[in-house]
C-alpha cells in the first residue's frame, strides 16, 4: 500500500481549481446535451 | 511554430494541475468519436444528386466508373466503405506513429490529428461538391482515419504519467470521449444539415467544412491543453507501492521495440481483439436484432417482424433505434466505470469480470428471446456494451502495468492493430452466420442464436489469453544504461536542464 509523504511541488495552485472547472464545463456541455439527445431517443424503448 | 510543439515546451510548471489534462484529452477524444456516426450522412450523401431519390447509375456502370461518375448518386454500401477505412487507418497509423508520438510529445501528435481530422472533413466536402467518391474515401477514411489513430492515442501515455495512481480513472476519462463523440456528432450533423440544406442541396458539403472547422478548432484546443510531468513527478502524498507489492505492476520499462516480442503483448492483442470482435458484432446488429427477435411484441401486438404493417414496421424500428442510443449510453458509462474500478480490482481480474460475465450473458440472450422477455434481453446487452467500452478503456492500464510507462503510448497504438483485425472480424462473423442460418431455414428471430454462441466462443479465447498473462521475463526490461540513452533521446534532458 502507499504511504504519504509531503510533496508540495507537486501540489497544485489553490487558483488553478477554477481553470480546471471551466475546462471541466467547456468538454462537460457538449457531453452532456449529446446524453440528453441519446436520452430522448433512448425513451421509447421503455414507452 | 516547430518549437511551441516541442516536447520540451510543455513541461508543466510546479503548481500545475493535473486535472486539466482530462478535460484536453477529451476535447480530442470527443471531437475523433464522432467517427462512429458518420452514417448520419450516408442516407443524404445516396441523394446527393436527386436531392429527394436517388438517381441510381445505370447496371451496366464499372466500379472505377461509378467512382468517377458525376451523374448518379452513391449506394449506400459505398459510402459504408469510410467507416472500414476509419477503423483501419486508426490501428495502422496508431501502430506507425506510436513511436514518432512518444518522441515528440502529444502536443504535436495532437495538432497533426487536428489537422488530419479536420482537413479530412474539407477534403470530404470538396469530394461532395465535385461528386467523387473517392475525394471522401481519402479524405475522411484515409487522412481523418489517420487522424483517429494519432488523436486517439496521444494522451494516454501523457494520462498516466499524470495519474500513476489512478491509470485506469485516467484513460477511461478520456476513451469515454471517443465513445461519447458521435453523441454530441450525430444529433450535430442532423442540426446543420437541416439548417444548410435548400431545394438544390442535401446540406451536406456546408455541414462537412463547419464540423471539420469546429473539430479543428476544439482539438487545437485540447492539443494545446496538453502537459507533461516533470520527469520523476508524483502526485502530492502519494508514493508509488513497493516493487514486491504486485507482481503485475511493473516500475521498470520495456522498450517498444522488444514489447512485441513479448508472449504478453500478443496474449493483451488476443484479449483486446475478442472483446472488441464480440462488442463490434452486437453494436452493428442491435436495432435489427431486437426487431427480428421481437416482432410485434416490442409494440404489444402478436406475430414476427415480417408479418406486421408498414406503420407498425416504423413504430418498431423506433424502438431498436431507441436500443441502439440506450447502448451508447451503457457504452461510453463502462469506459469510466470499468477503468475506474481496475485500480482497485486489478487489469487481469477486470478482465476476468469481463470475460466470464461475457460468456454468461451471450449464452443467455437466445434463452431471453425465447421467454419473449424484452427486459431482460436489454438488460443484458447493456451490460455487455459496458464490458466492450471497458475493455477499451482498461487496456492502456494494464499495459502500463505490465510494460511501464515509458513506451505505453507506442506500444498502446500497436495493440489498436487489434482493434482493425476485430473490426472486420465482428461484423463478417455476425453478417455471415445470420445469412448462414436463413439460407439454411432457420427463421429470423432464431437466426441470431448460433451467432451469440459463436460471440461467447470469442470470449473463451480471451478468458484463456488474459489467464494467460504473467509479469514480463527479466530479459525484456531495459537497463539502466538504456533508459538514460532513450530519456537523453526523448528530450527528457532538456526538459531537466530547462
Redesign the interface.
Known sequence: ?????????????PG??A??AV??I??GI??A???Y???Q?????FR | MAGLLAKERIIAA???????VP??A??IH?SIGMAYGFSVFWLPLSRAIGITQPVVCPADMGFFARMFATTCDWKISTLGWMYTLFFVFLGSSAAVFGRWLEREGPRKAGVVAAFCWGGGFLLSALGVHLHQIWMLWLGSGVIGGCGLGLGYISPVSTLIKWFP?RRGMATGMAIM?FG?GA???S?LANLLMNHFKTPTSVGVLETFVAMGAIYFVAMLCGAF?YRLPPPE?????????APQ?NAMITQRQVHVSQAWRTPQFWLLWAVLCMNVSAGIGVIGMSSPMLQEVFGGKLIGIAGALKDLAEDQRAQVA??G???A??L??FNIAGRIFWASLSDYLGRKRTYFVFFSLGIVLYSLAPFAGRIESVPLF?AIFCVILTMYGGGFATVPAYLADLFGTLHVGAIHGRLLTAWSMAGILGPVLVNYIREFQIARGVPNAQAYNTTMYILAALLVIGFFSNLAVKPVAERYYMTDAELATERQLAHEAAARKG
Do not use: E, Q
Open positions: 500500500m502507499t504511504t504519504p509523504v509531503m510533496n508540495d511541488a507537486s501540489r497544485p495552485n488553478s481549481w481553470l480546471v475546462a471541466w467547456l468538454v457538449p457531453l446535451w449529446g446524453i439527445k441519446t436520452l431517443t433512448a425513451v421509447v424503448l | 510546479p503548481g500545475f494541475n493535473r486535472w486539466l478535460p484536453a477529451l476535447a470527443l495512481d470521449g461519447g453523441m454530441i456528432g444529433p491543453g513527478w508524483k502526485p502530492a502524498g502519494w508514493t508509488p507501492p507489492g423506433t424502438i433505434a431507441g436500443f442510443a440506450l451508447s449510453l436489454v
